[in-house]
């Protein structure tokens, strides 16, 4: 069995598609994995930021209520980091699906930070005015707010590490699929350039041909114009073969195409025999001669086409299957009964033919198939003439 090139360079463009959308979702994986960091760092840098708030110097409280602003400012600038990194956060949002959960936890660090500030700022300026306000609810606020931070931070290592697995789980897979593929394509490209070289004939005089795409353009070379020194084998009227010819390219394609099927069929002009010549030999010979050319348009490199008796045209089709072969013949009949042909005599003249068609079976021989197909032709004549029978119709008239 044959392969088709098209076939395969249409799943190997899939196999491509398919390896850029794993390639596609790693990005975004890592994409991810990278705010991640950065969300990260930036919970860490707010634990720093609440720290420098609970332990700020005292030297100067005028420069600490301006550094506590900044910081406090700051702790806020952070967490509206947070929100927008998060827009970006693909996989924990589409795959995890935990925006609700994120962006609460996100208002309430919010929340605690105010408190936290406010605090820090109440407890720094009754400092500054030489106050005895102690430290213990600041830093109850600033337990409270770095409590929330470490919960984030824990739950962005939890989603983290379910990230990474997916990551690993789809890289192993993608691994998998592109050596396979690899593998696979890798083989039949090499292959289909062997097809090539064979074309070439480079070192390749017992190749088994892989694709019907090269197994086609091979049929085509060897449909070269022959030149038959022989010219007892050629019909001198129509210069397409004749009973002798027909037998000898018949040996010669016979084996061609062995998995298709050879059909039979002879073609007989209607009201066109030699014992009723209405017709003067040059307008005889002109619709022989175009009758062939109508033939030959339909004919294949292991066809073969014969005028095998006066008003009579054997051809034998190789075909993938039975009825393509019956729906050529018919073709053919159809084409020529459509030929416009006069002569000042007669006037326009409707040409016509009748068919006996037969699938050949390979221990039929060619003599014994040329009877069985005469046989359906008589059949067709009787009956109306203008029309291809078959032996399934020779069968039915018999019942």
Known sequence: MKHSIKKIFKNLSLFLFGVSL????????????????????????????????????????????????????????EIEKLR??????????????NSKEYLSELDELASLS?????EASLYYEKESQNGSETKEELEKKASLLTAKIDSIVLKAFT?????????????????????????????????IYKDLEFLFHINYENHTIFSEEVGA??????KKPVVISDQTMIDPVT???????????????RGMKDENFTSLSILEIDNFSITNK?????LTQAILKKIAYVISLHEQVADVIARTDYNQFTIILS?????????????????????????????????????????????????????????????????????ISQVKDLAQSEL
């Open 217 to 222: 353009i091979s049929l085509r070379i060897q």
């Open 114 to 118: 105010v408190s936290f500030s406010k």
């Open 319 to 387: 075909r993938a299957k039975k009825e393509e072969s019956f729906t050529e013949i018919d073709n053919i009949r159809k084409s020529i009964s459509e030929l416009k042909m006069s002569s000042p005599e007669l006037g326009e003249i409707k040409i016509t033919l009748s068919g006996g068609h037969i699938i050949k079976p390979n221990n039929l021989s060619l003599e014994e198939a040329i009877l069985q197909a005469k046989k359906v032709l008589r059949h067709a004549q009787e009956n109306g003439k203008n029309r």
């Open 278 to 282: 209405a017709y003067s030999q040059e």
């Open 22 to 77: 794993f390639a596609g979702i790693s990005f975004l994986i890592t994409i991810d994995n990278a705010n991640s960091h950065i969300k990260i760092n930036n919970l860490n840098n707010q634990k720093n930021i609440v720290f420098t708030l609970l332990n700020l110097s005292k030297n100067s409280m005028e420069i600490v209520l301006i550094e506590l602003n900044g910081k406090s400012k700051q702790l806020n600038i």
């Open 239 to 253: 210069e397409i073969n004749n009973l002798k010819g027909l037998s000898n390219s018949y040996t010669q394609k």
């Open 159 to 191: 989603y983290n590490q379910a990230k990474f697995d997916i990551h690993k789980n789809i890289a192993l897979l993608a691994f998998i699929l592109i050596l396979a593929g690899f593998i696979w394509y890798k083989k039949r490209l090499e292959t």
């Open 84 to 97: 927008t990194l998060y827009s970006y956060n693909f996989i924990e949002k589409y795959l995890f699906s």
